[in-house]
Structure formats: C-alpha cells, structure tokens
C-alpha cells in the first residue's frame, strides 16, 4: 500500500506564493507518473501537473502553465507543486496522486483514471 500526504496549503492573498508537497510512503512507487489534481467546489476534479522522474518531463494543465511548477526529490520521495502568481480561480482542493505502473499510454498523464493512490488534499484559497 501507499500513501501520500500533501501539506502546503493555505488561505492567501492572489498574486502571491505557495508550495504544496506530497510525501509518499510504504511500497516502492513507479517513477512514470506523480500528479497534481484539483477540485473546486461544485465542479469536477481537474489536472493541475504530473512529472514523469524516470525521463524528467513534466506536463501541466493550459491553466496555470508558466505559473505552477511541478519537481520532485528522490532522495525524499516528495512531490511538489509551486505555485506563483496565484488567482482566485486557484482556490480548490489540490490532491497529491501517484501511478502504481510502470505502464505507458499517450495521454495518461492528464486522465485521473490513470492513477492509483490520492492523498486526501489539501486546501488552497485565493483572495482577491
């Protein structure tokens, strides 16, 4: 079994800053796929980023690139999330999720059907 802890959130101010992590533990993870997803009330859960650490490539969501930055410390087994310039829009729970396979298929990155184990969120509000 797995598990993922994401810690970071907070309630903010928009044009600021924050850093979300998500510690994972117990069985070894596949390198291929950890992910970031959100969820605003009312609405569906939505990608946010995913790393691939096994080739370094990275993937995000058309609203917030140039803004968020997924990296990840191997050492740690910790995925994070940096977040700048934030926006009302950004308020939502942000969940932490990892792919168990090692796997491959074109367009899994954003799909949260191709992912195992989620964290149980963390909350970011954005103030105007």
């Known amino acids: 079994q797995v598990q993922l802890v994401e810690s970071g959130g907070g309630l903010v101010q928009a044009g600021v800053s924050l850093r979300l992590s998500c510690a994972a533990s117990?069985?070894?993870?596949?390198?291929?796929?950890m992910g970031w997803f959100r969820q605003a009330p009312g609405k569906e859960r939505e990608f946010v980023a995913a790393?691939?650490?096994?080739?370094?490539?990275?993937y995000y969501a058309d609203s917030v690139k140039g803004r968020f930055t997924i990296s990840g410390d191997n050492a740690k087994n910790t995925v994070y999330l940096q977040m700048n310039s934030l926006k009302p829009e950004d308020t939502a729970v942000y969940y932490c999720?990892?792919?168990?396979?090692?796997?491959?298929?074109?367009?899994?990155?954003?799909?949260?059907?191709?992912?195992?184990?989620w964290g149980q969120g963390t909350q970011v509000t954005v103030s105007s």
């Open positions: 790393i691939n650490w096994s080739i370094g490539r990275t």
């Open positions: 117990g069985r070894t993870l596949s390198r291929i796929a």
């Open positions: 999720a990892a792919r168990s396979g090692s796997s491959y298929y074109s367009g899994m990155y954003y799909s949260k059907s191709a992912y195992d184990y």
